[in-house]
T-cell receptor
Framework: SQKIEQNSEALNIQEGKTATLTCNYT??????LQWYRQDPGRGPVFLLL?????KEKRKERLKVTFDTTLKQSLFHITASQPADSATYLC???????????FGTGTQLKVEL | GAVVSQHPSRVICKSGTSVKIECRSL??????MFWYRQFPKQSLMLMAT?????????EQGVEKDKFLINHASLTLSTLTVTSAHPEDSSFYIC????????????FGQGTRLTVV
């Protein structure tokens, strides 16, 4: 069955460092992969999308890589700030209709 | 940006009663909306795809008679949890995507349902 795994343990880093979150998947051939941010008690907010034929995408302090051979995506936040503290979800999609399958999420805490 | 509004944000109901949750796309039309549920520290699990003017498509294991979905207009989908039980207590979230935004999903703020 399809499985999407993210770091189950919370990630604590110091302000100013780069946070790297991992998303691994099995038994899936996604056409695209997305990353979302979710704050407690709120719905997810879209951050970045990367397609199967793309290796890397950047947006301001965010960078996403996508390796379809390794079946893995890495999500980087550079120069992290306490305001970046949240849960980050990866989501895989295939084909039309925008039906997404989500990973369990990784909680990031950026400390002063 | 596109806005999806969900109401109510929190609801407490007695076991055996029904609860209706609304999901509205405020500044765009959505022929398709998605309903998810999320348990604490777990992933969003897709429950069903809501299709305007036709029946919803339910994921495997989701009871269609328990979770009634109505998508009567291009801006509104409702999820009714019928005969709610404590195990239905969860965080319910809807999403929709404007046609000009590709695959980017916009989520409502979620509804925390507590059945007592």
């Amino acid at each position: 069955s399809q499985k999407i795994e993210q770091n189950s343990e919370a990630l604590n880093i110091q302000e100013g460092k780069t946070a790297t979150l991992t998303c691994n998947y099995t038994n899936y051939s996604p056409a695209y992969l997305q990353w979302y941010r979710q704050d407690p008690g709120r719905g997810p907010v879209f951050l970045l999308l990367i397609r199967e034929n793309e290796k890397e995408k950047r947006k301001e302090r965010l960078k996403v890589t996508f390796d379809t051979t390794l079946k893995q995506s890495l999500f980087h936040i550079t120069a992290s700030q306490p305001a970046d503290s949240a849960t980050y979800l990866c989501a895989l999609g295939r084909g039309g209709g925008n039906k997404l399958t989500f990973g369990t999420g990784t909680q990031l805490k950026v400390e002063l | 940006g596109a806005v999806v509004s969900q109401h109510p944000s929190r609801v407490i109901c007695k076991s055996g009663t029904s609860v209706k949750i609304e999901c509205r796309s405020l500044d765009f039309q959505a022929t398709t909306m998605f309903w998810y549920r999320q348990f604490p520290k777990q992933s969003l699990m897709l429950m069903a795809t809501s299709n305007e003017g036709s029946k919803a498509t339910y994921e495997q294991g989701v009871e269609k008679d328990k979770f009634l979905i109505n998508h009567a207009s291009l801006t509104l989908s409702t999820l009714t949890v019928t005969s709610a039980h404590p195990e239905d207590s969860s965080f319910y979230i809807c999403s929709a995507t404007p046609t000009d935004r590709g695959t980017e999903a916009f989520f409502g703020q979620g509804t925390r349902l507590t059945v007592v």
